[in-house]
Structures are given as C-alpha cells and as structure tokens.
C-alpha cells in the first residue's frame, strides 16, 4: 500500500509539475505575443504621426504656390489634388482638409461630405486641440500635430490631425489664409491592416471583433480609445501555445502509469475497505446518537455548533449571509404539566415533522433541549432567501392546532422565533447565539407569536430600558409628595381633541395622553415608557397620576366637554382602584359624567370577576367605560355586553382604508351600524382628510378624532382651543 501510494504521489507530482510547466510556458508565450501586438499597434500610431507630419509639410509646401488664391481663399482643384495622392500614397481610408470649425475646406461630392458628417464631431476635439495650443505645449509639438486611437464608422482607427496653414509667401507676397487649414486622416486597423499585421507578427487566424467574442482556444486583444480608454474593438487570434503541446505528448505516458499504479492500489484497498465495513457502521452509529437527540431524531446541541463553527470558518462574503434563528414553543409548558410528559414527547416530534417540511436539505434545525429549537440556514440557502415570508410560515404552523393521543387531545401552542443575520467571520459562536437570545427574548416579551431580527439596537435598548426604568422609578417617587401639582417633575399631560360628527364639528371632549420631557431623551411619547412602567409594576401610580392631573385641568372646562382618559389592566384589578377614582375626581371637582375611562380590547379579555364588579360601581356613579382600539385585538360580542360597554373607539387602522381599500368602508359602516343597535355611542380615531371625516359624518359616527383637528398639545394650548371655542359658541347665539 506504501509503495502504491508512494507511486501514485510521485507520478501526480510529474503530472502536476509537467502541468505547472506547460501553463507557465504558455502564459509566457501568449504575454510575448500580446507585447507583439501592442508594439506594433504603437508602430502604427508613430507611423501616423510620420505620415502626417510629411503630408502637413507637403501640403504647405503646396500652398505657397498656387494653392492660395490672391483675396485668401484656398485653390480647390489643386488642394483636392493633393489630397488625393496623400490617401493613395499613404494607404489611409480617409484624408479630409477641414477648418478649425471642424467644415469641410474644399467642396466635396455629396458621399465624402455624408461620410464627413458623421466622423466630424469624433475629430473636432482633436482639431479644437490644435487650434487651441498654448505656446509651451507648441515648442514640444511644433507642427501641431495629433493621433489618437477611436472609433469611426464603428471601426478601430488611427486617426490625425495636422495644422498645415500659416502666413505664406505666395510669388513674393505674404498671404494671410482666411483662416487656417488642417489636415484630418485615419487608417481603419481592421482590414487590410489586420492581415498585415498577423502577417508580421505570426497571428494564427487573426481576425477584428467588436466584442470578446472569442473561442475557447481563441484570445482577444482589447484595442482602447487614446482619449478615454474605453474599449473600440478587440483583434482576436488562436495563439501559439508550445506548453500545451508538451503536456499533451506527456499525458497518454502518465495515465498508462497512474493506471497502473491505481489498479494495484484499488486493489489493496478493497481488502482493507471489507475489514474495516462492519467498524464503519458501528462508528457512525454511535456518532449518531452522540450528535442527534433521541426522541426527535433530529441534530442535538453539538452537531448544531460543530456545523455552526464550521459555517463561520467557511463564511465567504461573496456566497452571502448565513442565519441562525432560535424556536422557542410559546406553551409547551401547559401541555407538559396538564396531559404528562408522553404528551410532550408526541408534540415535539409533532413539531418537528411540520418544521422539517419548510426547509431544504442544506438547512440544519437542531433541538437545543427542552421546547427550543436551533435553525441554521448556510449561504445561498434556498430558504434564506424566502425571509421574511419563512418565519411567517413558521410562526403559522406551530399556530394551527396539534391533535395528540390520535385525536382524543386538541392543543394550540405557538412559537416565538429570534433570529441573527451571520455575516461577520470574526465573530464567536457564542456571540451570535446570544444575540438570537435577546432577539427571541424581544419576541416572548412583545407577545409572542412572532419572530424578531436581531439588532445592535436591543442591546443598547436593553441598557437604556434599564436606565428609563431607574429614571421613571426615580421621578415618580420623587414627585409622591406634590401629586396635586399639574407638572410633575418632567411627566407633562397633553390632550387631544374629540368633535361631535356634525357640519359644524363642535369640541366635545378631550382625550388625555401622557408625556414624558426627559432631560437627555426629550419629549418620549407614551409607547416609549409606557411598557416599561408596567413591567417595573410603576403603571399603577403613573395611570393614578395621570387622571389626577386631567381631572384637575377638565374641572376648569365647560360643563358640556368630556375627559378621557387611558387605564391598564393592572390598574383596573388591583383593589380598590374604583375608590381612588371616585376619589380622585371628587377632589378635582369633576363630575363623574364628564369622565370616560378607556380601556383594550385585550385589557378586558385579562379582567377577573373582581375588576367586572369595580367597572359596574364606576358606571353606577356615572362614569363610561369605552373600549378603546376595537376590532383589534380579542374582539367579541360578550365583551360589549358582560361589561356594558358605553363608546367603542374604531381604531386608526380601519379609518386609514377609507378612500384606499374598500374593505374599510364596510367595517366602519359594519362597526357603526353594531354600535347603534346596541345603543353605544362611536369615536374615530386618527382622521387625516376631509374625506375620511365626511365619510364617517354620513357613516353615523358620534365623535371623531385625530391629526385632521389638532394634533396632541399640553394643557395651556388646549384651555385657548376651548376659549375659541367659546367664543365662536357665544358670538353664533348673539348672531341667532
């Protein structure tokens, strides 16, 4: 076996080596012919300007005989005459005596002047070039002349230009031309000066193309413009190549050897490969169980970050991104402790055979342990390329229900998803798992159900949330002495108009929206830290707040304009919440009729018995309860019933189908005709357009709301709305 493999590495070395040779004896070989070529395209350019300069001088010479008439104009017949023999004499496709303006100096049949007009524009910056240069740039060129590599015709060409006139002395007297003469010629380089030069230089088949149309045996030269070095054509030739022709004398040699050699080595190796076959399988069978789980059947922890470690040493940049996502089941708890753990196991697997089904064979989804999930899509997965359509898939099938124990058990889990784009090579695994982490973190604690992206922003929202948590806890508790105060400490409340839907849209009411002025962040709106109050169990006093600080400015207001104000769950089920309302408003001389507390759609599905019977005492002294956002969230019939819902609010996101989709015409109009057979009053939320409010006016909507009357202001800016209002109010009675 040693001697084989010895052989066969000493004979791949020749080979290899005898390759080597020949690729490098033809690189060389094909360099040196394109040096060739190049070298000779720049003969040709010094052979223009030669040519040029001689028949600059010949056709001075001309004119300082006859070819200048005696009032400064140029004798045609004997110009056109020297023209002519220049292009014969000199092989040049075309030979034109032009102005500085780039016209025709002589008459010329109506051919020459068609085929001048449409290479003019490509030769006048050479002419204007002439014309125009300074006195240092015509010591190094003194007869002004020019070449240049271009396109004319669509042909590669050598094109010059010459400045021929002057003052000339013209039978002993000095004559000023009208104005000065140039010489303009070109020489195509296909053609006849193609074949000369595969001629010269040995060019096998040398022929022109516009495009790097070559064969595969066959090279392009790209021929560049002077002026701007883009390509004007290619000349494209089977180059002589006496590498290949060596290796192809050395390679029958090398393979009847490596047949050889390979036969007595296969041979070998089969006897080795039926001893060690039955070694083979027990090996795989028990790296098997060591990188898969048991009960799914799919890859465990350390296949994941074996296959994972791997990605990250192959990551190319120009293959794409790979992703890694982490599957948590939303409620695989529940069904564990309420049917037993073989429940569980059958779930699992249940999982697995829908995920398994929305990826390709390259992705890996791995069970990290317990009910969560790995998922690694490489580069140019198929699925990866499906974001983010694949995590709503993924997101809809652990959604649908699950029947266990062959049907006797119906479950409904879900599953939140975090996900991390792998882009970054020098990254640790472990960075970009905990990253996945704190995206599915963000997923679970934003309602679940979903799938969120990591961003370099959770992790510094997760410091400023802390830093928010500690500065609100700070502010509301430094401020618990002077809650009577409409400012307290930064915490300001703004309030939002609400019209009655009528021609004339009187102001009927107001909605009341907490804001914070923070001293670095500015003024926060409420879904800033609203949500971290009620994670740090600070909404309770920041609601009781808020109300008392609205209750106090609505007092102030006429008796015919509401307040609204917004409640948390939280707020209505801890005890004694209906007390301190009642409370609160009786401090601030509000009457309780003026009062409208709002509450979710999600709010009230989370409501006990206890906070059903707090809301029926608040209704009792007069307060209403709307539902805020309705059709939105768990909507049902029961709740505007069991708890004698007074206002539904539509939301913002219906109102903005109006004049776009026609589904939102008939859900308002289908909400508003709900509402009156019920006999609760409606508001609109977010009207922009006078087409929206129209709408809603004929629609039979109560009160609307939104950008389209005011935008939220604070306190003193909404007393001077209500002191217009007034106004207007009082002024329409004197006129009546």
């Known amino acids: 076996m040693l001697l084989a493999i010895s052989g066969v590495a000493i004979l791949g070395l020749v080979f290899v080596a005898a390759l080597w040779a020949g690729k490098e004896s033809d690189a060389a070989a094909l360099d040196h012919q394109r040096k060739l070529v190049n070298g000779r395209l720049q003969d040709q350019v010094d052979r223009v300007s030669k040519d040029m300069r001689l028949m600059a001088a010949g056709f001075s010479s001309l004119l300082s005989g006859n070819a200048v008439a005696a009032d400064g104009g140029y004798d045609s017949s004997t110009a056109e005459a020297f023209a002519t023999v220049a292009k014969t004499v000199f092989g040049y496709n075309g030979t034109y005596l032009v102005t500085s303006t780039g016209d025709l100096a002589l008459e010329a049949d109506a051919e020459t002047a068609r085929r001048y007009k449409w290479i003019r524009p490509l030769l006048l910056p050479m002419i204007k070039q002439s014309d125009l240069e300074g006195p240092g740039q015509s010591e190094t060129n003194p007869e002004r002349i020019h070449v240049a590599l271009m396109k004319l015709e669509g042909r590669p060409s050598i094109s010059g230009v010459a400045k021929v006139t002057g003052s000339i002395e013209s039978n002993g007297v000095k004559i000023t031309p009208v104005q000065p003469l140039y010489l303009a010629a070109f020489r195509f380089l296909d053609g006849a000066t193609l074949d000369a030069l595969s001629r010269e230089q040995g060019l096998a088949g040398a022929r022109y193309a516009r495009t790097a149309d070559a064969?595969?045996?066959?090279?392009?030269?790209?021929?560049?413009?002077?002026?701007?070095?883009?390509?004007?054509?290619?000349?494209?030739?089977?180059?002589?190549?006496?590498?290949?022709?060596?290796?192809?004398?050395?390679?029958?040699?090398?393979?009847?050897?490596?047949?050889?050699?390979?036969?007595?080595?296969?041979?070998?190796?089969?006897?080795?490969?039926?001893?060690?076959?039955?070694?083979?399988?027990?090996?795989?069978?028990?790296?098997?169980?060591?990188?898969?789980?048991?009960?799914?059947?799919?890859?465990?922890?350390?296949?994941?970050?074996?296959?994972?470690?791997?990605?990250?040493?192959?990551?190319?940049?120009?293959?794409?991104?790979?992703?890694?996502?982490?599957?948590?089941?939303?409620?695989?708890?529940?069904?564990n402790d309420t049917y037993g753990h073989p429940a569980g196991d059958e779930l699992l697997r249940s999982v697995v055979i829908r995920l398994s089904r929305l990826f390709g064979e390259r992705d890996m989804l791995a069970r990290m342990g317990g009910d969560e999930f790995a998922l690694l899509l490489p580069p140019g997965s198929a699925a990866a390329r499906a974001l983010p359509e694949l995590w709503d898939e993924v997101v809809s099938e652990l959604a649908k229900p699950f029947n266990l124990r062959n049907g006797d058990i119906v479950v409904r889990i879900g599953g939140s998803i975090g996900a991390v784009i792998v882009n970054d090579r020098t990254l640790a695994r472990s960075e970009y798992l905990r990253r996945a982490d704190v995206a599915l973190y963000e997923a679970k604690s934003h309602g679940r159900g979903r799938c969120v992206e990591y961003h370099e922003f959770l992790d510094t929202r997760n410091v400023e949330k802390d830093n928010l948590t500690r500065d609100l806890r700070l502010l509301l508790g430094s401020a618990s002495d002077s809650i009577t105060q409409e400012h307290k400490g930064e915490l300001e409340v703004f309030f939002q108009s609400v019209h009655l839907a009528s021609e004339e849209m009187p102001l009927s009411g107001a909605e009341a929206l907490v804001r914070w002025r923070h001293p670095h962040l500015g003024l926060l709106t409420p879904d800033m830290f609203i949500p971290i109050a009620e994670e740090a169990g600070l909404i309770d006093q920041l609601g009781e707040w808020v109300l008392r600080t609205a209750a106090l400015r609505a007092a102030s207001w006429p008796m015919g304009i509401t307040l609204a104000v917004n409640v948390s769950p939280s707020q209505v089920r801890r005890r004694g919440f209906g007390d301190r309302v009642l409370s609160i408003i009786k401090e601030a001389g509000l009457s309780p009729s003026r009062l409208e507390l709002e509450l979710t759609e999600a709010a009230l599905f989370n409501l006990d018995h206890g906070a059903q019977e707090t809301l029926a005492i608040l209704r009792a002294h007069g307060i209403r309860i709307a539902l805020d956002d309705f059709g939105t969230g768990f909507s049902s019939l029961s709740h505007l019933i069991q708890f004698n819902i007074d206002r539904i609010k539509i939301d913002r996101s219906f109102v903005n189908l109006l004049g776009s989709q026609a589904e939102g015409a008939a859900i308002i109009s289908s909400i508003i005709g709900l509402s009156r057979t019920l006999g609760k009053t409606t508001t609109a939320e977010g009207i922009e357009t006078q087409g929206q409010r129209d709408f809603l006016i004929a629609a039979g909507c109560t009160d609307l709301q939104g950008f389209y009357f005011s935008r939220p202001m604070a306190g003193v800016d909404f007393d001077r709305i209500i002191a217009r209002n007034e106004d207007g109010n009082t002024r329409a009675a004197n006129t009546g």
């Open 215 to 335: 064969d595969a045996n066959e090279v392009a030269f790209q021929i560049e413009a002077t002026a701007t070095n883009e390509p004007i054509g290619f000349i494209i030739w089977t180059p002589d190549l006496p590498g290949s022709r060596v290796v192809a004398r050395l390679v029958p040699l090398l393979s009847i050897a490596g047949l050889l050699i390979g036969g007595l080595f296969f041979a070998l190796m089969g006897r080795l490969r039926k001893s060690l076959k039955e070694l083979g399988r027990s090996e795989d069978h028990a790296r098997h169980l060591s990188y898969h789980d048991v009960l799914t059947g799919l890859p465990n922890r350390a296949l994941f970050a074996e296959r994972f470690q791997h990605c990250l040493g192959t990551l190319d940049a120009s293959a794409g991104d790979a992703i890694v996502a982490l599957i948590d089941l939303d409620r695989f708890k529940e069904v």
